[in-house]
């Protein structure tokens, strides 16, 4: 399936010109509430594999899963050379390159995407979820394992407790507990979402594992 890009850039930068681009795109992010209750969620994850000294191959696992019964209608994996290094807060440009490689392989056009990764909890408000809604002009946020950058008080123990994450003065995610005394996942948003939609779409995507099913298979279909 073809997928048009918006805010086309080239991927072979340097680290300064990144995160210009990153600055730039930024103020496109748009927060806004989804158009109609989405069918479709797609889950997506980069796994790297080192074939020699300093030499990677990235796999990109997509699944699109349907809304609500979760059950798994499509997938796509992609598996290429890596061609930007790791750097702290660009993993967008690391990751996307094979996204979107992966993303011609699907069949169905998925309604949002879940990005295994940062939103708007990023230090320049722009991680790999914002990057890619913006260049899909798709609605789109992050799940992440990890805290990039904020601060929070820790949820209540129980499913579905929040707390605010926060950097400075600004609300830049929430804090979810998506299963009974686990750690918490950061949601985000990434574009064309509101942070309330993103919530309520982790827990409807969440099952008995701690990570929402859309990128715990994708996951599992990086690493194949």
């Known amino acids: 399936m073809e997928f048009e890009l918006n805010h086309g850039h080239s991927w072979d930068v340097s680290t300064r010109e990144a995160i210009a681009i990153q600055k730039s795109l930024a103020v496109h992010v748009a927060y806004q509430p989804l158009a109609a209750p989405p069918r479709t969620v797609a889950g997506l ?12 191959l990235a796999q990109c696992g997509i699944a699109v899963l349907s809304l609500p019964d979760l059950e798994l209608v499509d997938r796509a994996q992609w598996r290429g050379e890596v061609t930007f ?3 702290p807060g660009l993993l967008s440009f690391r990751e996307i390159p094979a996204v979107f490689q992966a993303l011609e392989l699907l069949r169905i056009q998925p309604d949002v995407f879940m990005t295994d990764g940062q939103g708007l909890a990023h230090p320049r408000r722009f991680g790999l ?6 260049m899909l002009d798709s ?8 805290r990039l950058v904020g601060m929070h008080e820790e949820p209540g123990q129980e499913r579905g407790a929040v707390t605010p994450l926060f950097d ?14 686990v750690k918490p996942v950061f949601v985000s948003v990434g574009h064309r979402i509101t942070l309330s939609d993103a919530v309520q779409l ?3 995507c969440t099952q008995r594992f701690r990570i929402p099913e859309p990128t715990r298979i994708a996951h599992q279909l990086s690493r194949e």
């Open 45 to 56: 994850d980069v796994s790297f594999r080192r074939l020699a000294y300093k030499e990677y």
């Open 85 to 87: 290094p790791y750097v």
């Open 129 to 134: 979820a914002c990057h890619l809604g913006v």
């Open 139 to 146: 609605p789109a946020f992050g799940v992440a394992k990890k």
């Open 168 to 181: 400075a003065d600004e609300q830049i995610g929430m804090v979810v507990r998506t299963r009974p005394n």
């Open 202 to 204: 982790t827990m409807a």
